[in-house]
């Protein structure tokens, strides 16, 4: 039995690429399934995002837009396509197209009875040239310091069981969710599986991470999360078997 699968993604200021990427997505997932639909977040973007978005949910009946009136930051933006999906499946990446939306036809093999969680890893790193000595260092520091046990927590190219929601809550609006979403995932015991994907070099608009108040703003968030998952585990005697590392992670090239 093909199963249903639920595609969303989370736009600020994608107007340049997010149609492309809608139509890159029916294509793909077509190829797996007729159980399909593409939801996209509109966090509240000051570009044209919004017109092309609602010209393309017109064309595509498959097509549905969430429209955030504010900028809720990137959590809030994937908050709102998680609880919005209604498919057995959900894959999301970023609108900004510095993913291949044709690289799901890699993880998709991978979502085998025994795995929940398909999470992509960047085969190379396509940015300016001081973006990889600061993104290196970055994941670094959270995998020692959450325990993590993947290989690119900063990787938004994931395939995974909506079922997980049953037990995973995330509560954070900023890009800490990212590191909340694996460390919850792993924490439940979910099996993971990882892939390298393709990184391009962004078409189209700006990074809004790598700006000064932003990655003060991060670090300070970063340490409220670790305080928060963190430090009552290690205030305890003994830490629980199921708060490791999940050692039966699976690695593709």
């Not at 409220?224 to 699976?250: C, F, H, I, Y």
């Amino acid at each position: 039995m093909k199963p249903s699968i639920s595609v969303f993604f989370p736009a600020y200021n994608d107007g340049g690429t997010i149609a492309s990427l809608i139509i890159e997505a029916m294509v793909v997932v077509e190829e797996f399934t007729d159980d399909y639909e593409i939801i996209v977040v509109n966090d509240g973007s000051a570009d044209y995002t919004p017109d092309v978005l609602e010209r393309l949910a017109r064309d595509y009946p498959r097509v549905r837009v969430i429209h955030h009136a504010n900028n809720r930051g990137y959590g809030g933006a994937l908050r709102s396509g998680f609880a919005a999906a209604s498919k057995d499946l959900i894959f999301y990446t970023d609108g900004d197209a510095q993913y291949d939306v044709r690289d799901l036809r890699r993880l998709f093999p991978l979502m085998t009875p025994d795995v929940d969680f398909v999470q992509g890893y960047k085969l190379n790193r396509s940015d300016p040239f001081y973006r990889g000595p600061v993104g290196r260092l970055y994941h670094f520091a959270v995998k020692q310091a959450f325990w993590l046990n993947v290989r690119d927590v900063d990787c938004d190219f994931r395939l995974m069981r909506r079922r997980i929601f049953d037990q995973v809550e995330l509560t954070h609006d900023s890009g800490v969710i990212c590191v909340e979403l694996i460390k919850k995932v792993q924490n439940c015991g979910f099996k993971v599986a990882e892939v390298g994907v393709s990184h391009y070099a962004r078409p189209y608009g700006r990074s809004q991470f790598f700006r000064i108040p932003h990655i003060l703003r991060t670090i300070k968030e970063l340490v409220g999360l670790w305080r928060e998952m963190m430090l009552p585990n290690l205030a305890r005697p003994q830490v629980s078997k199921s708060l490791r590392p999940n050692t039966d992670a699976v690695q593709i090239p």
